[in-house]
């Protein structure tokens, strides 16, 4: 794992990355205000290995996270090519962060939903991927990116995965518990899967 | 509905919600800086009326989500008193917002996760209550709240839920997606669920 260290946080007075805004309205004819972030809309894509018969996830430090700083995540892209469709940016995010090149036909679309309504309410679309060892052609670009994206990729068993989703000791986001669930639910026929829930 | 209108964005210069702070890091030797929003530690409850069979949910007009504004969303409520324990600050969540007056011991913990870990990456955790008819007490300060939350409470049949859950048209947050799946798995032995999933 990476060695983090000298951590120290400072007020920050102007940031490249985040843009405040202010968004004035009336609400039953009352005047209102509220500040928000702008951010971009994403995808996340649950990941299941039919050879090894694992998830693969991402393990990021997360300097924002700032009581433990790693999480474990789904592997995700930004929607920030306006022209592409949702399934090309979740392959590249595929390949490119996890080192699986699999087909858009493998992709399939679980559901979409509005995330951090509070500060920044963008969309989030949730993608389910198989991909098998065959589709592996890279350790991918996540283990030894660019900022701000530097994650570890790493897999967990599929009979161990309803242990971790609950297991709160691990920091996770809620879209891996909950892909793990919707996979329970959807592909048990398909995979066993261990129900000790 | 609220009628919403005059919506206008600005530029923030200053704000006193949004504080982003910076921090300084070293990854594996190499120095780095992250920017990052504080945001406090929260609480969700999915609640479940016994008495109609229907989740009670907040439908909220939300500036930030600029596309279409309107999410549903679990009641929730805010860490911002520490002395407090999550499961009190839950249930005053659930009677501020939805009117239900519900013992602690009714409460049931379900998980905690990380959200928004690029910009914020507070702990939330999600609790499940059991209320009744005999709990309703009032229509929820929620409805005619002091800014900044303003909902409405709305109900969703049981029978209903799943369809609602994976209906992309309805905005809403993935906690309400995940609680009905959760509930789907955990209570459907206890109350009937239909499963068209």
């Not at 102007?14 to 009352?30: I, W």
């Not at 920044?120 to 060892?133: D, M, N, P, R």
């Amino acid at each position: 794992m990476d060695q983090i260290n000298n951590i120290q946080v400072v007020p920050c007075t102007s940031s490249n990355h985040l843009k405040p805004f202010r968004v004035h309205y009336s609400q039953n004819g009352t005047k209102k205000s509220w500040d928000f972030m702008r951010t971009h809309e994403s995808v996340s894509i649950l990941i299941f290995n039919t050879t090894s018969h694992c998830f693969v996830l991402v393990k990021q430090f997360r300097p924002a996270v700032y009581v433990s700083g790693v999480t474990y995540e789904l592997c995700a892209g930004l929607v920030d090519k306006p022209d592409l469709p949702l399934e090309e940016i979740a392959r590249q995010g595929v390949l490119q962060e996890c080192g699986y090149d699999v087909p858009v036909a493998k992709l399939r679309k679980i559901t979409s939903y509005r995330s951090g309504v509070g500060v920044t309410g963008a969309k989030q679309t949730l993608f389910y991927a198989e991909v098998s060892e065959e589709n592996h052609v890279g350790v991918g670009v996540a283990e030894g990116a660019a900022e701000p994206r530097e994650g570890e990729v790493v897999k967990v068993p599929l009979h161990e995965a309803m242990t971790f989703a609950y297991d709160e000791s691990i920091p996770k986001t809620m879209p891996v518990i909950f892909s793990f669930i919707w996979f329970h639910s959807n592909m048990s026929p398909k995979y066993k899967i261990s129900t000790n829930v």
